[in-house]
């Protein structure tokens, strides 16, 4: 994975030109329970869908982690809902 001029920043692979374009398998992996279609299907040799899965996989866990916490610590719901659309942002971003 390249980074960006030393700031340490991952770049994505650039996106498949052509047949192989793995667009949709990349979007998939941001959207919940449908990241197990590219695990399950050979998309997951491309490296630009690879890159999309680990950052839709870390998304989904940490907006797992902030719903645990936010319904713990029922208080803080202002809080936590800034986090949820928070993460939602980010799961946008991912798909654009």
Do not use: E
């Amino acid at each position: 994975m390249d980074t960006n001029q030393g700031s340490g920043v991952p770049v994505p692979p650039p996106a498949p030109v052509g047949p192989k374009n793995n667009v949709v398998m990349a979007v998939l992996s941001y959207l919940g329970i449908l990241i197990i279609i590219p695990f399950l299907t050979d998309a997951k040799n491309d490296p630009f869908v690879k890159f999309h899965m680990k950052q839709g996989l870390v998304l989904i866990i940490l907006w797992i982690i902030v719903g645990i916490v936010n319904s713990m610590l029922w208080r803080i719901f202002f809080l936590g809902s800034i986090l949820n659309l928070a993460c939602f942002i980010l799961i946008i971003f991912g798909i654009m």
